[in-house]
Nanobody, 125 residues
Framework: QLQVVESGGGLVQPGGSLRLSCAASGFTLDYYTIGWFRQVPGKEREGVSCISPSGGRIYYADSVKGRFTISRDNAKNTVYLKMNSLEHEYTAVYSC??????????????????WGQGTQVTVSS
C-alpha cells in the first residue's frame, strides 16, 4: 500500500523553527514530485512548496520564500520542510503529497496523488 506519513509538527513560539518530514512507504520517492500543502479552517488548501524527483526544480509560495526550505533524501525515502521565523499566520495543518513525474509548481489538479494525514503546526506564545 502506497503511503506518505508526515511528522515533526507541534507547538512553536513566534520566531521559532520546525522541520517537517514526509516519509514514504510502499514505494520509492525517486520518481515522484513531493509537495507540502497547508490548510486552515475556512480556507482552501494552499501549496506551500514542491520539489521535483531529482530535487532540481523547487517551487515556493510567495508567502514562504526566504523562510521555508524543502529538501529530499531519496536514500531515506523522505522529504523535509524546514520552517524558520514562524509567525502566527503559519499555523495550519501541513500535509505532504506525492505525485508521479515532474511539475514546476504545486498545481497537482488532475494528477493521481497520494496524500498524508497531515500534521498540525501551531505558532503561539
Amino acid at each position: 500500500q502506497l503511503q506518505v506519513v508526515e511528522s515533526g509538527g507541534g507547538l512553536v513560539q513566534p520566531g521559532g523553527s520546525l522541520r517537517l518530514s514526509c516519509a514514504a512507504s510502499g514505494f520509492t520517492l525517486d520518481y515522484y514530485t513531493i509537495g507540502w500543502f497547508r490548510q486552515v479552517p475556512g480556507k482552501e488548501r494552499e501549496g506551500v512548496s514542491c520539489i521535483s524527483p531529482s530535487g532540481g526544480r523547487i517551487y515556493y509560495a510567495d508567502s514562504v520564500k526566504g523562510r521555508f526550505t524543502i529538501s529530499r533524501d531519496n536514500a531515506k525515502n523522505t522529504v523535509y520542510l524546514k520552517m524558520n521565523s514562524l509567525e502566527h499566520e503559519y499555523t495550519a495543518v501541513y500535509s505532504c503529497v506525492a505525485t508521479a513525474g515532474v511539475i514546476t509548481t504545486c498545481d497537482i489538479s488532475g494528477r493521481k496523488a497520494y496524500w498524508g494525514q497531515g500534521t498540525q503546526v501551531t505558532v503561539s506564545s
